[in-house]
């Protein structure tokens, strides 16, 4: 029998060295496709492969999203996704297919698709337009090598000199990505800085915005993933993985809310939360004994100043074991939680995934009895330090792992009334090493899918909030759970909110905390916050009042600080630091700088809560269809170049544009208007968009200004939500033409997925000296108010008439200009002349 000849290689063989403990030589290949070989079309799939054996595999999801994997010897991965929302309903819409002489073409109703039959290159316009969008600017590849297998897979595109880039999640660099070069590995990055990356959280997402035009891009793999946005070559990005599957979506526009919309339907959406998590918070590591928590909540309710929550940080727990409580700084838990109840406060305890190794802590025991835990390749318990000095820690990507957690809240949330909780150090964080995570070599189940590290890592976090909150919904199935996480990955918007981490006291960390929120809002987290005033070091008070200004138009508000904490302090010595701690402590609470920051402090957050029935209507929208509470300027006025690099100016929900203050001393503030026509919140003063206007804005003050022909909803101030049974609520109207909506329900519970809802719809039309304003109601909850006090702004003068449904109104005059009139809660039409 004639001795069988080895394949001749049809692809460059190099080698080089690598040091694996000793320098060995390693072998490694670059895979790209050649030329065509073949075409298989069927549905809305198409399969392509070369004749090296590269395959590619394009997907329409849906007319405006289209999926390209690609294969470097023709074999595919599993499909399996962290990211994807399993209850998205895929469109499958059927592909118009084409072969050229030089190129293959795919169509949808958006979208055309160019494939290159030498090396694959994909060129993708819209339809109809025939508009360039996105274009390869060299042909995919793969590096493999015989001791690490795919090392590397990465694509390259053309990047036009006036496209600009946005997204990518968790980044503290500038708004608009073009010139950065950035990446993604959960890493704990306390006090980082503008420059520092990677950060907390893997949002592999981001938008194009090409003459006008949005696009988005979805890099669906897990691994290490890096992005060069024309940094290194000015006309080039390029998108780059550690290992796995080159794997990503495009998501057509043209409007890049339009584009985060479709992300949000691809990754998933999250429900809606309970009103109270809207409202303020208050956090410090830490707050005990129990007797200073008491103290806390009587100096909010006494200086009337709003606040629904407090925070117990890790020094509750007993000696850092998760789920106890420490029985001398909290001897009656229950008790106190409560009290606290009774007053309006529910409170929230951290969790971490670093469970202490004791064999009498009943999570350690019953975790290594039921094999719970992370192992290493070797079989070895993956051990390390956290805050105990000797951790291990689930393996949240194995789903009886996911349901062994959840169960463990029981006695806190269901016996004790914990009401939410807040998941730390899960990128997952582990002390005195040098890469201050697992190891590579740590191995997961990947839901049935074993792999190592490398390619769990990013998902741990994410996994870890996915069990809590699954394990709190079947432990109180009828209420909304509360979930906060550090670390998380795409698609973990289904699960939990997320705040930006351990930043700084400092001006640069204010303006910092205004972009990161923007960044994360439109990459699918909408539910995101700042570290209010700084976790690490200490603000002054002008600083601390213009980020409570801030952070009353961020969906989480929440103040955070670190006091004289020692970060990563040995457990031996932590009652010699806590006793220090007590003795000298840096408060950063709302009255801890005294007047006028108190003050100034109170009146933010009397906004927020007169703001909240806004704002929970904006969250209706964003898990309704997707649409951020945030939105950066760019996203108010695309076809703008002006707006295309401002960061400071954002939106928030649809018609209300925050102007914060960023820097010290300023008391007269520039923004620039979007298009269209916007009042000044305060004054009424109306401004044709499109210019920069200059406004006063003493330290009393936040610059906002509001979309011509918007209602927005005001609720009267309350200490807590839910504390008064209103009356009467106010909408202020703002002339113009324009469509606004209110939503409400019971702020908790599921009834409002069976239409217990209220949606009062608004339609404004302003017109030859006449205003009129038609509302039409949907859903069967009933607020329990029975009027509404409309107050309407941007008419000149007292109205020579006004009726409702036909009815002769009785108005009065507002200083500001304007006039308010009361209206049935129920009418129909208003109108002015």
Not at 176 to 205: A, C, M
Not at 352 to 361: A, T
Request: contains cysteine; hydrophobic residues 35%.
């Amino acid at each position: 029998m004639a001795k069988q000849q080895p394949p001749k290689a049809t692809h460059p063989v190099h080698v080089s060295e690598t040091t694996t403990g000793d320098r060995y030589p390693d072998v490694y290949d670059i895979l790209s496709p050649d030329t065509f070989d073949r075409a298989t079309y069927k549905g809305n799939l198409l399969l392509v492969t070369t004749k090296n054996g590269v395959a590619l595999r394009i997907q329409a999801v849906s007319d405006d999203i289209m999926r390209f994997r690609y294969a470097p010897e023709g074999q595919f991965e599993t499909d399996f996704s962290y990211a994807l929302d399993p209850n998205a309903a895929y469109q499958s819409p059927d592909l118009t297919f084409s072969e050229e002489e030089e190129h293959l073409t795919l169509r949808t109703n958006s979208l055309i698709c160019q494939i290159a039959k030498d090396g694959l290159k994909v060129a993708i316009y819209d339809n109809p337009g025939n508009t360039l969008l996105c274009e390869d600017a060299a042909p995919y590849a793969c590096r493999k090598s015989i001791l690490n297998g795919i090392e590397q897979v990465s694509i390259t595109q053309k990047a036009p000199s006036e496209t600009a880039y946005y997204g990518l999640g968790d980044k503290s660099g500038t708004l608009n990505l073009r010139g950065q070069r950035l990446q993604h590995w959960n890493t704990d990055s306390f006090g980082y800085g503008k420059d520092t990356d990677p950060l907390y959280r893997t949002i592999p997402f981001f938008f194009g915005l090409q003459e006008g035009k949005g696009y988005g891009i979805f890099l669906h793999n897990s691994y290490r993933t890096h992005f060069d946005f024309a940094q290194t070559n000015d006309g080039e990005v390029l998108l780059k993985a550690d290992g796995g599957e080159m794997d990503y979506f495009f998501i057509a526009g043209p409007g890049l809310t339009d584009v985060a919309q479709r992300y949000a339907w691809l990754t998933g959406r999250p429900e809606m939360p309970p009103m109270w998590a809207l409202g303020f918070h208050q956090c410090r590591w830490s707050y005990y004994p129990e007797e200073r928590v008491y103290e806390i909540a009587k100096e909010f309710r006494d200086r009337q100043i709003p606040c629904d929550a407090i925070y117990l940080d890790i020094d509750y727990m007993d000696g850092y074991r998760c789920f106890t409580w420490d029985e001398e700084h909290f001897p009656k838990p229950a008790k106190m939680i409560k009290d606290l109840r009774n007053q309006g406060f529910h409170t929230i305890v951290m969790i971490d995934p670093g469970i202490r190794v004791d064999p009498e802590y009943h999570v350690y025991k019953e975790g290594i009895e039921k094999d719970m835990f992370c192992y290493r390749t070797s079989g070895e318990l993956m051990r390390g330090p956290v805050w105990p000095q000797d951790c291990v820690f689930p393996d949240f990507t194995r789903p009886e792992v996911r349901e062994w957690w959840g169960p463990l809240y029981e006695q806190l949330y269901n016996e004790q009334g914990v009401s939410g909780f807040w998941n730390d150090m899960n990128e997952p964080a582990v002390f005195k090493v040098n890469i201050a995570t697992f190891p590579d070599n740590v191995r997961h189940d990947y839901d049935g899918h074993p792999c190592d590290h490398r390619k769990a890592h990013n998902v741990y976090g994410q996994q870890m909030s996915r069990a809590t909150f699954e394990g709190l919904k079947n432990l109180q199935p009828q209420k909304r759970p509360f979930v906060l996480t550090r670390a998380t990955y795409s698609g973990g918007q289904r699960y939990a909110s997320v705040w930006t981490g351990d930043n700084i006291a400092s001006w640069e960390h204010l303006r910092l905390a205004n972009i990161q929120c923007q960044r994360l809002s439109i990459s699918g987290f909408s539910f995101v916050g700042t570290d209010v005033g700084g976790f690490s070091q200490q603000p002054d008070g002008e600083l601390f009042a213009r980020w409570m200004q801030l952070a009353a138009f961020h969906p989480l508000y929440r103040v955070h600080s670190m006091g004289n904490n020692v970060d990563g302090a040995a457990e031996a010595d932590a009652d010699a630091i806590h006793e220090a701690e007590r003795a000298n402590r840096m408060d950063q609470e709302p009255w801890s700088f005294g007047e006028p920051y108190t003050s100034i402090s109170k009146t933010a957050v009397e906004l927020r809560y007169q703001l909240l029935p806004y704002l929970y209507t904006a969250f209706r929208q964003y898990t309704q269809d997707g649409r951020p509470v945030l939105r950066s300027l760019a996203f108010a006025d695309q076809a703008n170049p002006e707006v295309k690099d401002r960061e400071a100016e954002f939106l928030f929900g649809e018609h209300l544009l925050v102007v914060p203050v960023l820097e010290a001393g300023v008391t007269q503030a520039e923004g620039y208007l979007p298009a269209g026509e916007w009042y000044d919140y305060y004054s009424g003063v109306r401004y044709q968009g499109r210019q920069l206007v200059k406004n006063a804005c003493g330290l009393e003050r936040i610059p906002l200004y509001v979309k011509a022909g918007a209602v927005i909803p005001h609720y009267p101030v309350q200490q807590y939500t839910g504390e008064k049974n209103f009356d009467q609520i106010t909408l202020k109207a703002f002339a113009g033409n324009g469509q606004s909506e209110l939503y409400e329900d019971a702020g908790d519970g599921y009834a409002y997925q069976e239409e217990a809802y209220r949606l009062s719809s608004f339609n404004m039309q302003q017109d030859k000296g006449q205003l009129t304003l038609r509302q039409v109601q949907t859903g069967t909850y009933e607020p329990g108010y029975l009027t509404y006090r409309v107050e309407l702004f941007g008419l000149t003068g007292k109205p020579a008439k006004a009726t409702c449904d036909g009815e002769d109104l009785k108005t009065e005059a507002l200083e500001q200009g304007g006039f308010a009139c009361t209206l049935p809660a129920g009418f129909h039409e208003l109108v002015v002349r």
